[in-house]
């Protein structure tokens, strides 16, 4: 899922023709000069909470408007705050020569030394949103790369218009492959590359990674799941997670199941590369998964993890225990910063670096 610019007025009435008009009216704002279209764009951010409309009206508005672009009014206040991440180099990726590849490159500051880690990055936002200047997307990526780790933030097709799976998970591995093929020009080894994703970024992940196990190819160093979407049909949570899933704001369930069956398309939802957390995974790399303690995404992250131990996989798992969905699409956190550290520690130090 991930957070979503879609708190914006609705006109009166319901059904199609009011999410439709709410869509054409982002068209408008789309339209807008730069300066004003920043501005409205950053009053109308808001969250994956209880208080959106079904599914099925998100994708009536996201269609209609074209697609929902995020403000880069954010980008420039943190890089007032944080000089240091203004010497990161960003280069714009378009390479079709081995399936379709869309990202930006980030690659860490001269003088920095290299952490012997890159990552291919894959963001969240429900697979309908969501784009290279998303805080999720463009945030950890920079944070990275001024660390010395350079990053691949993946522009993937959306799910939107007939596009379903396999169409996303595709551009997931034509992006691994380009990273890969490419890690020597960046100084690392073709091994030293991990892949991560957040929320349906990390269902975009972790079904990627069981593609390359199946086929064998080489795999990746490690994988990072962040309060990933990895099932359409949420087991019953645990007992620890019980009370916190009672907190108000969370989205219905029937929200996922429209989110997950529109990803899926007409493929069935028990596809290991659809719904990864149902598949077996034997023999995947060393895997980290951060669970947010107040997100109904726990219900499948908890299993998984279980799935993954039984299994003989290396996994890290970290619970915050008090944070919601997303803590890495809020650069302005105490979790949010928490989440990019340990993410950080992860790549350049393994489970070791973790301990604590």
Known sequence: MSSTPLEMPLPPGRGRLRFAAVGHLIRVVKALPPALRERALERAAGGVTADLP????????????????????????????????????????????????????YLPPAGVPAAGAALVWVHGGAFVIGSLDQQEAHWPAVELA??????LSVDYRLALRGVHFPA?????LSAWRWMTR?????GIEPNQVHLGGASAGGCLAAGAVLALRDTHQPLPASVYLAYPVLQGDLPAP?????????????PAEEWLHGMFANWAGPTRWDHPYVAPGLADPTGLPPTYVLTCGIDILRRGSEPYVARLREAGV?????VFDDSRHAPLDRPDTPDGRRAVSRLQSWLTGGMAALQT
Do not use: K
């Open 168 to 172: 996303p998970h595709d551009d997931v």
């Open 238 to 250: 645990s007992p620890d997670a019980t009370r916190a899933l009672t907190a108000a704001g969370l």
């Open 146 to 151: 001024a660390a010395g780790i350079p990053v």
């Open 54 to 105: 079904p599914f099925a009206d998100v994708l009536r508005l996201v269609e209609a408007a074209g697609g929902i672009p995020d403000g880069i009014r954010w980008q420039e206040r943190l890089r007032a705050q944080r000089p240091d991440l203004a010497a990161v180099c960003t280069h714009e990726v378009s390479d079709d020569s081995d399936g379709r590849v869309r990202g930006r490159l």
């Open 182 to 186: 490419n890690a020597a020009r960046l």
């Open 314 to 318: 290396l996994v890290r798992h970290d």
